[in-house]
């Protein structure tokens, strides 16, 4: 062995166990990790596949021209394609409206203090991990940006905390807590006549609720969803604690070629300039461009937006009518007033447009398998299985563990949802487990699996200027401590043990 293999060696050996299980993780995948566009091509031919080979037909179209069951797996894909088209919009939105108020500049001035308060390589690491899961629980798409810029930030100013640790707990709040919060795709989903597939609906209403639809009250704003969430996040911030590397082992910004530039004032990566390289606002303008450099027009709209979300909540439980077109105004317009002026929010929506593009490209395929079986005899068989297999205590973290399983297939909360609910659902009333928990249930499973495959990171790592082999050592880490955590809470909270 060399002497700088023995350095390495005697290092490594002197971090904290938990530290070099997430180094050895991370050496495994930056060999062996696959393309994430690539999980759901496989997905789509496992689940048709599948349906072949437990007796679905391959063509086959009933006479009920109104049927929403007994399709052959060819139909049922073409049907569903295009089912998820709506929300596809809506999560393109929410990514696109997250990246504006994320970068806006009141909200860059609070990363910048935000970023001073670690003073050391490992409370750098449990700071932004912490900060990550807070913001993840108000909009995930907000805190893949927010959280991102906070990393970068911190590592100019902690630069011997490692750089891939950071990056991997800017993603960590996708990984635990965020269908929990405001901007949880299932829980909004069900909540939303809009939202929610009429399958989806026709076994809500089976299950005893008329309207098809389950309130945020009954879901993520239950005391025991809040004390899950609660657990899952503390047990997150002691895991970031532990597995943060020292000094030695530590791999800085520079050591991976980042060039860590000012989030505010001169250098910065958001200052941008104009054409003929003046700063937009500086440069000389058409007296008809007055319109897009004049804040006017944009507190018109803002007020607007506000006078219709007072009359809209009026009268209402604000999270029972809370939707996923009610967060996505509500982002559009606290966008609009922090970057002030039109100028800057056409820039911030171009800017944060490319983060949606694995939307547009996906979603319909995820609409695809959420046809393969919702609309053929798969889900009923399915649902028969996790009732045979189960009972009412066991099926939650059961529901639990294959949810996140599938969401290394089907990496998307709100579309993966479309797919497991109606059997998830129907299992859940034969028995007689409660349809709001088991959201709960599938939100905690579900986030698990972000921590194990890259598509989500994929926001984020374009701004760390990093690669999913980079973090996920660090990743897979988290979710052995982080999904146990939430099996735990979702068995032993589930309303049916406690009464």
Not at 104 to 113: H, K, M, N, W
Not at 167 to 181: C, E, K, R, S
Request: with cysteine; hydrophobic share 55%; glycine share 10%.
């Amino acid at each position: 062995m060399t002497d700088h293999g023995k350095h390495a060696k005697h290092e490594l050996e002197a971090e904290t166990p938990l530290a070099r299980v997430a180094l050895r993780f991370t050496a495994f995948t930056e060999k062996w990790l696959p393309d994430a566009f690539g999980f759901v091509l496989v997905g789509t031919f496992v689940v048709l596949l599948f349906g072949l080979v437990t007796g679905e037909p391959l063509l086959k179209r009933p006479d009920d021209p109104a049927a929403t069951k007994g399709f052959g797996m060819v139909d049922a894909w073409g049907i569903g394609f295009w089912s998820l088209i709506t929300f596809t919009l809506q999560m393109a939105m929410i990514i696109i409206g997250g990246y504006a108020v994320a970068t806006s500049g009141p909200v860059a001035r609070l990363i910048t203090r935000l970023a001073r308060i670690p003073k050391n390589p490992r409370s750098a690491v449990a700071f932004v991990a912490a900060v990550a899961m807070l913001a993840s629980y108000l909009n995930w798409a907000f805190s893949l940006i927010f959280a991102a810029i906070l990393a970068r930030e911190v590592a100019r100013n902690v630069p011997k905390a490692d750089y891939r640790a950071l990056g991997a707990m800017a993603f960590l709040g996708l990984g635990t807590v965020w269908a929990q919060g405001l901007s949880g795709s299932a829980a909004l989903q069900v909540a939303s006549a809009s939202s929610s597939p009429a399958p989806v609906q026709e076994v809500i209403k089976a299950g005893g609720r008329a309207s098809g639809l389950i309130p945020l009250s009954d879901t993520i704003f239950t005391w025991q969803a809040l004390l899950a969430t609660l657990f899952v996040y503390v047990v997150g911030v002691v895991m970031a604690w532990f597995i943060a590397p020292g000094e030695g082992s530590a791999r800085t910004a520079g050591d991976l070629g980042v060039e860590l530039k000012p989030l505010v004032g001169r250098g910065s990566p958001y200052k941008k300039s104009g054409a003929n390289g003046q700063h937009e606002e500086s440069a000389k303008r058409r007296p008809g461009d007055w319109l897009e450099h004049s804040p006017l027009l944009s507190l018109f709209i803002v007020a607007l937006g506000v006078m219709y979300l007072i009359r809209y909540f009026d009268g209402k439980s604000f999270v029972s009518a809370l939707d996923l077109n009610t967060v996505n105004l509500i982002l559009f317009l606290l966008a609009l007033l922090l970057h002030w002026r039109p100028w800057r929010m056409a820039r911030a929506v171009r800017d944060g447009a490319p983060a949606a593009a694995g939307v547009l490209l996906q979603f319909p395929l995820y609409g695809g398998i959420f046809g393969m079986i919702a609309y053929t005899g798969i889900s009923a068989r399915l649902a028969g299985w996790l009732v045979q297999a189960s009972s009412q205590f066991l099926f939650p973290p059961l529901v639990a563990i294959y949810s996140c399983i599938l969401g290394i297939f089907v990496p998307s909360g709100g579309s993966k949802w479309v797919i497991e609910a109606p059997y998830v659902l129907q299992a859940a009333n034969e028995l007689k487990v409660d349809a709001g928990w088991m959201v709960i249930v599938y939100d905690l499973g579900e986030a698990s699996a972000n921590l194990l495959q890259p598509f989500w990171m994929l926001p984020t790592l374009a701004i760390l200027g990093l690669k999913a082999r980079d973090i996920m050592g660090y990743t897979f880490t988290m979710f052995l401590a982080c999904f146990p955590a939430a099996l735990l809470a979702v068995t032993f909270l589930a309303p049916h043990v406690i009464g």
